[in-house]
């Protein structure tokens, strides 16, 4: 499978705990972003890399929000002292600057966190 | 500010049957505009993509329409099966910055037999 992966697919923790979740993306991408979505809604972006560096953060990305990509392929996302708002799916997707199609997005499964 | 607005909220139809799906938007500069399928515990998968000059274009039964002018796009499902039900997402990019992908919160369609 070529695809875009994300691990793990579920995360259940404690209120208070740490978690890390990671994303292998098409090998060839250069860009990698991390979503957060909520039941019913749209994904909402988090932050993104061009091959190694973090080029941009949202403010939904507190301190207790941490992302890396140490080798520009794959990434981890990292949520210390896990609240209960936390409970979301993250996703992961990948994309080619510099092709033809637009900056196309591919997307992981999604990591489902809850947080007790 | 930046704004992607997705109806209906949900949708219930009959297999077989068509349906349109709305998206407006006000993301400015605008980029591009993608629909998406997302099945329920899944991530979205691309089902078309088109820019500023781009005012149709189709995937299969799925065809996608833009107007740039009054930044509208639609959906249109032909012939809708079982496996169409699914979350839409209209995602809207605007020029520069990836925190200018702005995503609906899509359009819940259920298909019944």
């Known amino acids: 499978d070529t695809g875009v992966s994300q691990d793990p697919r579920h995360k259940i923790t404690k209120r208070g705990q740490n978690v890390t979740f990671r994303c292998d993306p098409i090998?060839?991408?250069?860009?990698l972003y991390w979503y957060r979505q909520t039941l019913g809604q749209g994904p909402e972006f988090l932050t993104y890399?061009?091959?190694?560096?973090?080029?941009?953060k949202s403010r939904l990305l507190s301190d207790r929000f941490s992302a890396e990509r140490p080798k520009g392929s794959f990434s981890t996302l990292e949520i210390q002292r896990t609240e209960q708002g936390d409970s979301a799916m993250y996703l992961c997707?990948?994309?080619?600057?510099?092709?033809?199609?637009?900056?196309?997005?591919?997307f992981g499964p999604g990591t489902r966190l809850t947080v007790l | 500010k930046n704004q992607v607005e997705q109806s209906p909220q949900s949708l219930i139809i009959l297999e077989g049957k068509n349906c349109t799906l709305q998206?407006?938007?006000?993301?400015?500069?605008?980029?591009?505009l993608r629909w998406y399928k997302q099945d329920t515990g899944r991530g979205p998968v691309s089902l078309t993509i088109?820019?500023?000059?781009?005012n149709t274009k189709s995937n299969g039964r799925y065809t996608a329409t833009l107007d740039a002018d009054t930044k509208q796009s639609s959906l249109h499902i032909t012939a809708s099966q079982l496996s169409d039900s699914a979350s839409y997402i209209c995602v809207v990019s605007g020029a520069g910055s990836a925190s200018k992908i702005i995503f609906g919160s899509g359009t819940r369609l259920s298909i019944r037999p």
């Open positions: 090998s060839e991408h250069n860009r």
């Open positions: 997707a990948s994309s080619l600057v510099g092709t033809g199609v637009a900056n196309e997005q591919f």
């Open positions: 088109m820019t500023f000059s781009e």
């Open positions: 890399f061009q091959n190694e560096a973090q080029l941009e």
């Open positions: 998206c407006n938007y006000t993301v400015s500069p605008f980029s591009n």
